[in-house]
Structure formats: C-alpha cells, structure tokens
C-alpha cells in the first residue's frame, strides 16, 4: 500500500509527504547527473525502479519497501554502514528508491534472525502470502546507505568461507580446475635413481675409454652392473646410470674411433655433468604444492611424476541459474516488445570459466510462485537469479526471500552499473543467492563484485591479487558510488608504460564494449584523469584476442 484510501488523513502522514518530496528531489538530481555522464560519454543510465536496473525512469515507489531483516553478523553489518553518500545525509528523513535499498539489521525482527512475516498464512493453503512491505516515507524504516564495492566483495568472500571444508579424492584426469584441499608432498624422490640427462656415452674414469658396439643403456631398463673405470657403453636420456660412473658425455661431444675401438671426447668432461642425480628435484616427503592451489596442467604432472593417481581436492560449487522475466526471448529476433534473453547464454560459461559446476538456465518468467518452488527445492551451493532485484510490480526476488526467511548479506552496492544487486543466505546452512540486476552489463557488475569472490571461498581458490594499471584517457564517474569500465590493454609505445584504455558501449544494458574487454577498471566516485592508475579487475579470459584492437576505443 503505499497510500490512503480515503481523503481523511492518516497519523504520520505530513511525515511521509516530506519523505517522499526529499526522494523525488533526491533522484531528480541522481538523473539529472546520470544524463551529464551520458552525454559526455560511457555514463550509465541506472533505473531506479527496472528490475534490470538501467533504464532511467523514475522509481515506482520510494523508500525501503521490504519486510523486516534479523540481526546480522557484526563485521556484515559494519559493511552495509560504511560509504554514507553526502546527498543522502542531508535528509536524514529521505530514502533510497527500493531498487538499491540495503538491508537493515538494526530493526525489531525476531532476534533468531530470520524474517518476521508481516501476513499470517491462510489456513490450508500451501504457501503463505508473501510479506506486506512497509509504507514510503515511514521514518522507522529509513535504510542506510549501501556497502562501498570494495566492503560487498569481502562480505561476499567472508560467506563463501564460511561453510565447513569439504574434501574429494579425484582421479588425475578428473582434477584439473578443482583447488587443492591439502598440501602436496612427495611420494618418491625425483628422480628416483641417478639417470642420463642427454644421449650420448657413460664414462667411468680419465678416457679414453673402451666400449663394446650394441645399443647399449635405454630408458625404463633395470640397474646396470658397475662401470669398470676405463670403460664407455651408449646411454639414452632417462636411463638409469650404471653405478661408478663419472660423466655422461653428450653425442655430438664424442669421437668415436671404430677401428681402434676407443672413445675420445670433443670438450673437457666434468664430474657428474649431464647425470640427474636421485633426488635432484625433490625428496620424497618434501612440500610440493600448497593447499589452494589451483589444479592446472602443469600441477597435475607435477603431482603424477611424483607418484600420484588422486588429488585430494575441493568439489567445484555447484550453481543453478534462474532466468526471471515474462518479455524474453529464447530464440530469433525481438518483435512486440519481447527481447533475446542474453544473460541465460553468458552466465553458465561465465561461472564455469570462474570455476564452478553449473547446471542449465531454468526461465522462470515473472512467476512468484515458481521463483520460490525452485529456491526451495534447489540443492546448490549458489542460486543465481537474473533481473527482479529491484522494486517495480513483478520483481518478485525480495518479496519471495522475504517469505523464506533468507538472511540478506547485501542488499545494494555502491557501483555503476549494477547497483540493485544483493546477496543473500537462504538458511543458516542452505546456499547463497546472488541476485543480479537484469540488464547484462549490470549482471556482469554483479557476477564480478558478489559471485567471483563467493564462488572464490567456496571454492577454497585463491582471491585475485589486485593490481593497478596507468589508464589512457579520461574516464568519467558517478558522483558517489564506483563504475566498473570495460578496458582492454595496450603495449606502451616508443618504451612508454603499457596502459588500459576504456572502451565506449558501456551503458548498463550494453554488451559491445565488455565483449570486446579484458577487464574491467574500478574507478573511484567522480573519475579519474587520464595518466591516472586505477584497479583492474581482468576477466577469466583475458588477455583481450587480436581482434579488439581499436574497435570500441
């Protein structure tokens, strides 16, 4: 409800008039800069009532409009009151639109922290209504600020650890991608026996040195009786070296003198040159690989040589992808306002390249109903849900984990695009769901700010290391939150430093400039000149393909 039904006028009701004059103030200004940003290039225009969260319209109700939120782990709630906007704190009494409105953990829900239903259930029916939410401008409902970028990744990383490990025992050609749950040691020293590094002739002894004719020592052959001093046989690389020897002797180092029957050599010899002794790389027992090391192919013949047929390592996590929305399309061109579903293609290879085991987009529509059915019955680590974040007449996600009892972790961000994404915790010991705005560039900001680092802890898979990168233009910014910029990187010229350079197409709704990037540029609230370094963010396949060079800048 979101106002009276009679003329008469309700007690409170000159509060929410002032409320809802401060909003309308509040977002006429937000657009009003959000356009400036377009027209000087790259701004995106963020919704505040789409559930894609980029269309630019006016939100269709003001204020925080969910049910009641439970008490909160101390160090996530310290997140979602950190990065107070100075537009916002000139109103004490005005209100974020609902569609970036942060969850409140300091309200009076039950303090077993789970959501109180504002609706009682109707008797027999199989479901319970969903929650009433709270009038516009109600001053006990004014929602803080929410979290900076930076304090929603690690909420996100702290949630994805916080699950008991888990442990799987895999087959080699099974591990790869999978992170190490333990510590590799070695089984054996590498090289077990002292083996020929080249083909050529063992020696034992000051030459020059007799030899017989014959193949002489090949790999994968048992131990070879003692070289008498004197002596030479033919070594193959890799094979084990008779005990007494002094050299290997390579073969273009080495004259052979048929008739007399005597090997002379080319070049001085050395003790114990071209000769691998045991244990040259490793003894058995010695640490290898870290725990949380990622399986790659590399690691894996590492871990083969020295004596594995198994890696203990952590399940990759599982992920389920629920496609919300009644106007998309599956296939063919869009007609009568119905448009192709982009985010149902992107997101399952997206995730899988993030290192997570994904099963296939579900399309759900704007059904209520369903959207809950399957968040009940989901059996995954992760949920990922697309578009209905925010707070228009069909987007369904709050309402329906309000129904749940899910814990809401994050519940807007302070970036551009994106900002209407959320993180929630279905149950104590149930799986995460990352809401993600529907507009694909604004999924891709959520997919990279909540999803990467929670799949990341789950995972046990090491968090990217941030690095910075000189940016070669300037790059516009929102006056308060953080923008994530597609970029893709160039060589400096003549020896200058090598740089990122932005790429237009980056409109919330836009998939031009991302597909086209290798990363994606943090820029902090206002912008950055250029010559400016800033974050990188670099995507799963970087780096950037020949192609891109010049297109999108």
């Known amino acids: 409800m979101t106002g009276s039904d009679g003329p008469h006028r309700e007690p409170g009701s000159d509060v929410r008039a002032a409320g809802s004059a401060s909003e ?3 977002e006429e200004e937000e ?6 940003l377009a027209l000087v290039g790259g701004a995106d225009r963020s919704s ?3 559930r894609s969260g980029g269309s630019g319209e006016p939100p269709s109700r003001g204020g925080d409009t969910r049910g009641r939120r439970g008490p909160r782990d101390e160090d996530l709630d310290a997140g979602r009151s950190s990065n107070t906007h100075a537009d916002r704190s000139r109103d004490p009494q005005a209100h974020r639109s609902s569609d970036s409105a942060p969850y409140d953990g300091r309200d009076n829900a039950p303090r077993d922290g789970r959501a109180a239903p504002a609706t009682a259930p109707a008797r027999g029916s199989e ?5 009433d939410r709270t009038l516009p401008g109600d001053p006990a409902k004014t929602s803080p600020p929410p979290p900076s970028w930076d304090r929603a990744r690690a909420v996100a990383a702290r949630a994805g650890r916080g699950g008991p490990p888990t442990t799987i025992r895999l087959p080699l050609d099974r591990a790869p991608g999978h992170v190490l749950a333990e510590a590799l040691g070695a089984l054996t020293d590498l090289p077990s026996f002292d083996t020929s590094a080249m083909d050529g ?6 030459g020059p040195w007799a030899f017989e004719a014959g193949a002489g020592l090949l790999a994968g052959r048992g131990p070879a009786a003692a070289l008498p001093d004197g002596t030479a046989v033919r070594i193959a690389t890799g094979a084990r070296v008779p005990p007494e020897t002094t050299a290997v002797i390579r073969s273009e180092h080495a004259h052979v003198d048929e008739a007399r029957g005597l090997l002379h050599a080319r070049r001085s010899v050395v003790t114990g040159q071209d000769i691998r002794p045991r244990g040259q790389e490793c003894r058995s027992g010695e640490h290898l690989v870290p725990a949380g090391t990622v399986v790659t192919p590399a690691v894996l013949g590492l871990a083969a040589a020295a004596g594995y047929d198994a890696l203990p390592v952590v399940p990759r996590p599982r992920v389920d992808i629920l496609v919300l929305g009644d106007e998309l399309l599956n296939a063919g061109l869009p007609h009568d306002g119905l448009i192709r579903d982009a985010l149902g293609p992107m997101l399952g290879p997206w995730l899988r390249a993030l290192g997570a085991e994904v099963s296939g987009a579900r399309r759900l529509g704007d059904d209520a109903g369903a959207l809950r059915d399957a968040l009940a019955s989901s059996d995954a680590d992760l949920i990922v849900t697309t578009g209905g974040t925010a707070a228009g007449p069909v987007d369904h996600v709050h309402p329906v984990l309000d129904a749940l009892g899910a814990e809401l972790l994050v519940d807007g961000v302070a970036v551009r695009p994106g900002h209407p994404m959320l ?7 149930g799986p995460c769901l990352v ?8 999924a891709v900001s959520g997919l990279l700010t909540l999803a990467e680092p929670l799949l990341a802890g789950i995972a046990g898979r090491p968090a990217q290391d941030p690095y910075r990168a000189l940016v070669h233009a300037e790059v516009h910014g929102h006056p308060h939150d953080t923008r994530l910029v597609p970029v893709v990187h160039r060589p400096g010229r003549a ?17 031009r400039g991302i597909a086209a990037a290798d990363g994606l540029a943090v820029v902090p609230p206002g912008g950055v000149r250029s010559g400016t370094e800033v974050e990188i963010l670099d995507l799963p396949w970087a780096p950037a393909t020949p192609w891109t060079e010049g297109c999108f800048t």
């Open 24 to 26: 309308r103030a509040r």
């Open 31 to 36: 657009r009003a800069v959000e356009q400036a």
């Open 48 to 50: 505040r009532s789409d």
């Open 127 to 131: 479901q319970p209504p969903l929650p």
């Open 201 to 206: 002739w063992a020696v034992a002894g000051p």
């Open 423 to 429: 993180l929630a915790r279905l149950s104590p010991d």
């Open 435 to 442: 809401g993600l705005p529907g507009n694909p560039l604004a």
């Open 495 to 511: 020896g200058g430093r090598d740089h990122v350079a932005p790429l237009r197409y980056n409109g919330p709704a836009m998939l």
